[in-house]
Every structure is written in structure tokens, then in C-alpha cells.
């Protein structure tokens, strides 16, 4: 079992490029969740799926939208990136609620 | 408004000795929480976790304490080991399917 991975581990962008960070879990879960980590912030949602087909905004959603592509893959994607969406970017997952979640390794970016 | 707070960035220990990382909530109908541990470049890994019908949790050197009047939990560590140098993140579910997180405690655990 590999968990929950993420791609790519690192990223440049400039200012009002897009691009999509990828998720994917081998655990069968149902829930998946997006967090942002900034120093002195801890982690903050910014958008969860509770189950395949679903999606709901968390903490800070703006500025992102994601995709629940199936039961594994669950996407972050930035239209317009900007510089206060620097951040590291850390993907979980959990089978029910109330149980511990799961974190991939995350995805450093950067945007100039 | 944070509704789990960890007001301490930081906290050095010498080996050996306690380490006591602290965590206030402000939401009375939170009702389990946990500490989650992350070391650079990784994604934070579950730790332990405490039920609000409990006032402690042990699990090897690690204990977490609740005080629900007090809105307030600790986690203990002993003895504190170098490996033990990491960060340390309070978290509650604001919901059944969601967790809030602290802002996280630097620890760093001298040799």
C-alpha cells in the first residue's frame, strides 16, 4: 500500500498561471480532503469530498476548485495562481468519520 | 476565529526529560481530539487521541490529558527523545467529517 500520494512534490508558478495538484489513496476510503499549511497557521481546509460525486467548500476555498474523479483521485486545481496561494498543499483521507486521517507527503509551491 | 489554539510556536527540552505540549478549544461540543506529529517535508502522521468521556490517554510515552472545564488538553512526552523533534498539531472535528487544526508546536528535543 503506498496511502495517500501527491504530484508533484514541487512547484513553480507565475502569477495567473493554472495548474492541478494531484491526490490519489489505495485505501479504499471515501473521504478525501485538501489542506493548505502556512507558518504560523497550522493546516486549514480548503475543500473536502465526504464520498464519491461530492465536493463542499472548507476554511479557504477561494480561489480553488477540485474534482472527485472517482473513489481514489481527488484534484486541486488553481486557475489563476497567486502569490498568497504559496503554500505547501497536503491531501488526506479517511473511511469514516470519526477515524484518523490520513496524509500524503504534500506539494510544495511556490508562485512568483 | 481559531476554535483550537496552540499558543506556544515553539519549545525546547533537553533529552530525557518532559515534554509538555499544550492545546486550548473554545467549542464545549467538541468531542474527541487528537495530536497529529510532522517531521519536515512529510505530511503529518496521526500520534493519539482522547475521547471527551476520558480525562487520559496513554499509549507507550506519550499521554494526552483533558480538561474539559478548562477547555484544555496536554500532550505529555517521557522521556523525550531526540526523534521526538517535530512538529506537533492539536486537532477537533467541527464536524463528522471534518478536523480543525491548531497552528502547531515546534519541538525540539536537545541531545
Known amino acids: 500500500n503506498a496511502g495517500v500520494t501527491q504530484t508533484p512534490k514541487f512547484q513553480v508558478l507565475k502569477t495567473g498561471q493554472s495548474m492541478t495538484l494531484q491526490c490519489a489513496q489505495d485505501?479504499?476510503?471515501?473521504?478525501m480532503y485538501w489542506y493548505r499549511q502556512d507558518p504560523g497557521m497550522g493546516l486549514r481546509l480548503i475543500y473536502y469530498s465526504a464520498s464519491e460525486g461530492t465536493t463542499d467548500k472548507g476554511e479557504v476555498p477561494n480561489g480553488y476548485n477540485v474534482s472527485r474523479l472517482n473513489k481514489r483521485e481527488f484534484s486541486l486545481r488553481l486557475e489563476s495562481a497567486a502569490p498568497s496561494q504559496t503554500s505547501v498543499y497536503f491531501c488526506a483521507s479517511i473511511q469514516q468519520p470519526q477515524e484518523t486521517q490520513y496524509f500524503g507527503p504534500g506539494t510544495r509551491l511556490l508562485v512568483l | 476565529d481559531q476554535q483550537v489554539k496552540q499558543n506556544s510556536p515553539s519549545l525546547s527540552v533537553q533529552e530525557g526529560r518532559i515534554s509538555i505540549l499544550n492545546c486550548d478549544y473554545t467549542?464545549?461540543?467538541?468531542?474527541?481530539f487528537l495530536w497529529y506529529k510532522k517531521y519536515p517535508a512529510e505530511g503529518p502522521t496521526f500520534l493519539i487521541s482522547?475521547?471527551?468521556?476520558?480525562d487520559k490517554n496513554e499509549d507507550g510515552r506519550f499521554t494526552v490529558f483533558l480538561n474539559k472545564s478548562a477547555k484544555h488538553l496536554s500532550l505529555h512526552i517521557v522521556p523525550s527523545q531526540p526523534g521526538d523533534s517535530a512538529v506537533y498539531f492539536c486537532?477537533?472535528?467541527?464536524?463528522?467529517?471534518?478536523?480543525?487544526f491548531g497552528s502547531g508546536t515546534q519541538l525540539t528535543v536537545l541531545p
Open positions: 482522547i475521547s471527551s468521556i476520558k
Open positions: 485505501m479504499n476510503h471515501n473521504s
Open positions: 486537532a477537533a472535528p467541527p464536524s463528522a467529517r471534518q478536523l480543525t
Open positions: 467549542n464545549s461540543m467538541f468531542d474527541y
